[in-house]
């Protein structure tokens, strides 16, 4: 087995603030390989955001980070400044939620794409960087011409296929993308992760991918790993997990994309009832159990583990005492 | 099903400023929405959907063609179109926006019943309805409840499901007849989702609205739509029941915008390339043809019709046909009567993938 590209073990994250501490992470690991894809999934406020943040230590100043993160075998948390600086984009890039608006709007898309390569490697010069910069974006999708456009002449999803070039620009090894397809429709969606799977697959680097969306995440990923409130809840082949969800939350968050011609969904959408809990007030026992169907008088009780569970145990964890039962098919 | 809510030859164009050209967002539709009916319009961004939702609702006017409301064509004189807002209300992407940060939830309800006065003219028809209880029937009714205990929260105070609910309760306070909603759900999380889209469900059955829902989202259309209407470039290229449009799929846009939907998995996706065209300059022809699937591998040259697909218009679907296409491939029938291209229920339930050539 090659060393990974990202292993992240027992990360907690907590922020201070005003009103106390407020605990975003509670332990989560995940470790990814080379050529993977791994999904995070989740609703807002589960921390999902917060442990991307971490790979980079793009955290805010207010969160106290305890946990090991690394990169290439090298320990973010404790790294020193020179060496960050190094890490990201080189060895590690992030694509972030908002990049529709994360562009300049008055420079040239080109001189973007080049600005972290020339900062990175000062003896890059302008023609190599411009020649360079054609063929990133013609890995994504754009001609290189697009290079001399404005992000106000681009398209939404074809300013996010500048992010994703931008992010490549110093050809690292991982890239975490953070929601990187939300705000765009379907049909630029497909486009888009196409590119992102395209890559992953050709250039053999490992890929983190953020979403609310399950359904995006299954047919993207390899694995994908469903949070709720600051832990992971059940972590599986991404396939199985929205087929097969063995934790009641995943479950209803597979539940929430319905298939188009599924008889079931016609006319009755599923939701889940309630509201995420404050991470101040955590629920006893299983942080879930005030939403969940499957609730028995124990959950509000035990905290349950992350442990093998399910048909395929070597490859899926699931933290419910009631894991064993066939708890998926109930939604 | 009588219609309620209707356009006919809708025309919207934009005039390009500074020598540009006039971009026809909507390009000629006519479409239906019944009593009681929930309608999906889709298509991606830069269709025309939301313009032509803009139009139903009276907030843009058309350059031809009219749309018209229980039978009478839509007046624009300030005082005809107070009177018609408070019958079709509209419901934003994102309620966060859509609220006023500084106003408590009891404030944005009853704002619209004062804009419409509508607490004197319950008085004057005889009805002793305070605001305070308009607001908290509202309130109640988009599942707020007990409604009481909202009235003093600020937005920021609620979650993205409840804002949501608070902006619903904003146009229900107002007794209309039908709902346009953006984009109801895309700004919400996924387990909000289909909370929301059920209450949009029970709206119908239990106040008997109508409900005109503009999305990209095919798997919102499959959970609440009664018909679908598909938009490409200011055009309905495939409209009919939601089990025809979406269990049978007859236009290759709508074949290719189902097979991208992530959890159709068992469909081969149909990538397109490129993004809806610029409405300032519409293809000839088939407005489709620079990104169909269906010309560029050949199936359109072996039915002997690629020509017309780049060169001969198509004519406007009528709003009376049931399941109508907009494409050469499929020839238009007089199908006139509603359901005539009836779809087998269990071919629905299985969704076997369609060849092109259908």
Known sequence: MTEPLLDIRDLHVTYRTLGGSVPAVRGVSLSIQPGESVGVAGESGCGKSTVASTILRLQPRTAKVEGEVHVLGKDVVRMRWGRLRVLRWAEASMIFQGALHSLNPVQRIGDQIAEPMRLHDATVGKVAAARRVGELLEQVGLSAARARSYPHQLSGGQKQRVMIAMALACNPSLVVADEPTTALDVMVQAQ?????????????????????????????????AVMYAGRVVESANAGRIFDDPQHPYSAALAAAFPRVGDPKSRYSPAGLAGDPPDPQRLPTGCTFHPRCHWAIEDCSRIDPRLE?????RTDRMVACIRAGETVGEAT | MSRLLSTRSLQVTFVGARGRRDAKAVDGVDIDIGEGEILALVGESGCGKTTLARTMLGLERPS?????YGGQPLRYSV???????????LILQDPTGALNPRQTVYESVAEGLRIHRLVERARKAGQRSSETELVARALGRAGLRPPERFFLSYPHELSGGQRQRVVIAGALALEPEVLVADEPVSSLDASIRGEILALLLRLREELGLSVLVVTHDLGLAWNIADRIAVMYLGRIVEVGSTEEVLGAPQHPYTRALLSVVPEMDQLAPIVLRGETPDPARIPSGCRF???????????????????DCVGKALPVLAAEAGHAVACWLHPVEPTVAAGTAEVDQSETATRPAVPFSG
Do not use: F, K, N, W
């Open chain 1, 192 to 224: 888009v992760l196409d590119v992102m799977t395209g890559l992953v697959r050709e250039l053999g680097i490992g890929l983190l991918l953020i979403s609310h969306d399950l359904s995006v995440l299954s047919s993207t990923c390899d694995r994908v």
């Open chain 1, 308 to 312: 093998p569970a399910g048909t395929d």
């Open chain 2, 64 to 68: 031809a063609g009219l749309v018209s």
């Open chain 2, 79 to 89: 005082r005809a179109l107070r009177a018609y807002r408070r019958r079709v209300q």
């Open chain 2, 289 to 307: 043809h620079p990104r169909c699937p269906a010309l560029l591998d050949g199936t359109a040259a072996a039915a002997g019709i690629s020509a």
